[in-house]
């Protein structure tokens, strides 16, 4: 389903919801707006999540790659089962991969567009040593990549015990920007006050309510963003 439909389907809902609960059409188009906005932020939630579940992979396909190049696998062929047993999140890139590699038979190029396509600094520097090994036939491709992996392991832990203890303090936010609207869906059952809200002065309120809002959860998701690792090999290996 795609995002604008689905955001559709969440205002409209919440407004024919909240207009029958409150029959007023300024507190339910103003709850619609808010549904809306939840919608989209939940769908790019969704996406980070799986953006992050990407990222703690990439350890594990060093594991993989470690263990089949000491198995007696070249380091294509191990690049290739990673297809089959790697991670879940990445094997549908690899399976790309494989087609690619078998297709032209350039490893560089199959490589590349790897990196191109995943974008983080952690792959870059996973295929960037692998080029290189490629190419000069390094034969400290696995001290290299154990190092990495343990980087790329104590750069995880370290993000993931700062997104704990900071993880209290968002749900907080969230709570304190959603309260404000729970109480209104409550008080909007009462006549006197869906007339209140019916009237121009009203709708300014909730206009101003929907716009501090928006102002307060942006400021703090900003303020508690993890600053990301720069990409140092955006412009591939020379």
Known sequence: MKLSLRVEISASVSTAVVLLISRSVSIALAFG??????????????????????????????????SGIQSGLSLTESLAGLSTRGPDVLRPAFTQFKATLYGSGDVGQAIQELKSKFAHHGSDQIFEALIISKALGGSELLQILRSLGDFLRQDLALRREIEVKHG??????????????????????????????????????????????????????RLGRLPQTPRVFVGGSR
């Open 33 to 66: 707006i808010l549904a809306s906005a939840i919608a989209f932020l939940a769908i790019r939630t969704k996406n980070n999540i799986n953006e992050a579940a990407m990222t703690a992979a990439w350890p594990e396909v060093i594991d993989h790659l470690m």
């Open 168 to 221: 209290w303090v968002k749900n907080s936010a969230h709570l304190s920007a959603i309260a404000p609207w729970v109480l209104l869906l409550m008080l909007s059952t009462q006549p006197s006050t869906a007339a209140a809200y019916s009237t121009a002065t009203g709708a300014v309120i909730l206009g101003a309510g929907l716009v501090m809002t928006g102002i307060a959860y942006f400021w703090m998701n």
